[in-house]
């Protein structure tokens, strides 16, 4: 008997289809961000990262062209089991012989290169506009400026990213989500908190009056509740963007868990949110005693996150998207462990007893429950990794793979 035969056997004892959960997951689509490549930086401008948000780093090999990021999410999606999508930052225009365009006059065709990769490799894509590194971010401030040419500016180039959102839709015969994240914020005690959320809530609802089609794009807005240099107050709290996600049609919240408190949790979040939205979208990530953005693991609280999506049944109600930068390590094996961490972790949920677990919660039986939960911790999951990663053609171990081409490509740039 092979070690996968006595895995199946062992977790169909608790009432669990290994090779059921290995189909479904095959057919679950997460959003690679194509951010990790290059420190957050993008095609579009010299200047730094800002913000408020930092990469901290400098491990040679970065793709500094669109041809070497390409070639490196190549070879992140060959050693990635799973279905994916591209996310693509609206700074990583790709801009042709007709020269460069500033971000309010930005076009689908800016974007080409990135839909002839998606299709080519038959996946979706999503978007971000960008609200960062960029000189017309004026005291910090974007959408909610108190320049009217400052959020003009960038209402603009909101909307050009709706109908580019809308192009990828098109496309590529998968829906775009469009994520709206701006580090709009203060350093020190404000001295009004209201009129900046005000004229937030204004551009974000100008932005949104680009026509578009709801079931082709899906914007989101993502909440923070503080960056580098914006400590004491970011516009887009989390109160705000939920509040602005319920009360406008077609508008989903987006959770990043790297922008809470340090003892709050998204995974509780997860399942209070479906209650309400009919679909959420995630930013998965791993802070390290702040929004540090390190490379996802295969930790409790990111099994936690994605065992409430599966056990609220919600796979097909969240888009899942990775948000991390590491520039301290070779940035492919970031890209790899990230992704296959969340891999790991939905397999796993797909591999927990949901309903019996919860049927020991409604009876009461929580000495049972507490003593189920710690018994399936210690089932043989390793083996059920390995065939799902058999089954999608990559294999479980690929250090070898990173170091090959890190020797024959990356020490070369
Ligand atoms: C920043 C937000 C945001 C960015 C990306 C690059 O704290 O998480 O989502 O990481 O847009
Ligand atoms: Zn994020």
Same mark, same amino acid.
């Given at each position: 008997? #092979? ?9 169909? %004892? ?7 959960? $290995? ?13 990790? +490549? ?12 800002? *913000? ?35 996310? !693509? ?11 460069? !365009? ?30 960062? /590194? ?6 910090? @401030? ?19 990213? $709706? ?9 590529? +015969? ?14 020190? $005690? ?32 993502? /909440? %923070?509740?503080? +960056? ?13 963007? @939920?509040?602005?996600?319920? #009360?406008?049609? +077609? ?70 998207? @990775? ?12 890209? !790899? ?10 397999? /796993? ?18 000495? %049972? ?12 999951? *390793?083996?059920?990794? &390995? ?15 990173? &170091? ?5 490509? @990356?020490?070369?740039?």
């Amino acid at each position: 008997m #092979t070690r996968y035969q006595s895995a199946k056997e062992i977790y169909a %004892k608790y009432g669990v289809d290994t090779d059921a959960a $290995i189909e479904k997951l095959k057919t679950v689509p997460v959003s690679l961000h194509c951010w990790q +490549g290059d420190d957050v930086i993008g095609f579009d401008h010299d200047g730094p990262l800002t *913000g408020g948000i930092q990469t901290t780093g400098n491990y040679p090999g970065k793709a500094t062209t669109p041809q070497q990021l390409f070639e490196d999410m190549d070879k992140v999606i060959s050693l990635c089991p799973g279905a994916k999508k591209i996310n !693509v930052h609206a700074c990583y225009a790709i801009f042709g012989e007709d020269g460069f !365009v500033d971000r309010d006059k930005l076009e689908p065709r800016h974007f080409k290169k990135w839909v002839d990769f998606a299709k080519e490799r038959k996946m979706g894509l999503d978007f971000n506009p960008t609200f960062f /590194s960029h000189p017309m971010v004026k005291n910090g @401030l974007t959408l909610s400026s108190p320049d009217e040419n400052v959020r003009k500016f960038w209402i603009e180039h909101g909307k050009a990213c $709706i109908r580019i959102s809308e192009y990828f839709a098109k496309e590529t +015969g998968y829906p775009c989500v469009m994520n709206i994240w701006t580090g709009d914020g203060l350093k020190d $005690i404000p001295a009004d908190r209201y009129a900046p959320r005000m004229r937030y809530k204004e551009s974000i609802e100008a932005i949104l009056a680009e026509p578009f089609d709801k079931n082709l794009v899906k914007p989101c807005v993502e /909440s %923070k509740v503080f +960056g580098i240099g914006v400590e004491s107050y970011t516009v887009g709290s989390a109160e705000f963007t @939920l509040s602005f996600a319920a #009360t406008h049609d +077609g508008c989903l919240p987006l959770m990043d868990n790297g922008h809470y408190h340090p003892t709050e949790v998204v995974s509780d979040k997860i399942p209070a949110l479906l209650c309400y939205y009919p679909e959420i979208a995630l930013h998965i990530t791993r802070g390290v005693r702040w929004d540090s953005d390190h490379v996802l693991l295969f930790d409790d609280e990111t099994k936690e996150m994605a065992k409430e999506i599966v056990r609220c049944d919600a796979l097909d109600r969240v888009y899942m998207a @990775l948000d991390y930068f590491d520039a301290s390590i070779n940035r492919i094996a970031a890209w !790899v462990v990230g992704f296959r961490s969340w891999q790991k972790a939905l397999l /796993s949920a797909l591999c927990t007893p949901n309903d019996a677990l919860k049927k020991l919660q409604d009876n009461a039986e929580f000495s %049972k429950l507490m003593a189920m939960q710690e018994e399936i911790k210690t089932l043989p999951f *390793g083996d059920i990794w &390995e065939k799902y990663c058999e089954r999608c053609g990559v294999k479980n171990a690929f250090f070898d793979q990173i &170091e090959k081409y890190e020797k024959e490509v @990356l020490s070369k740039r």
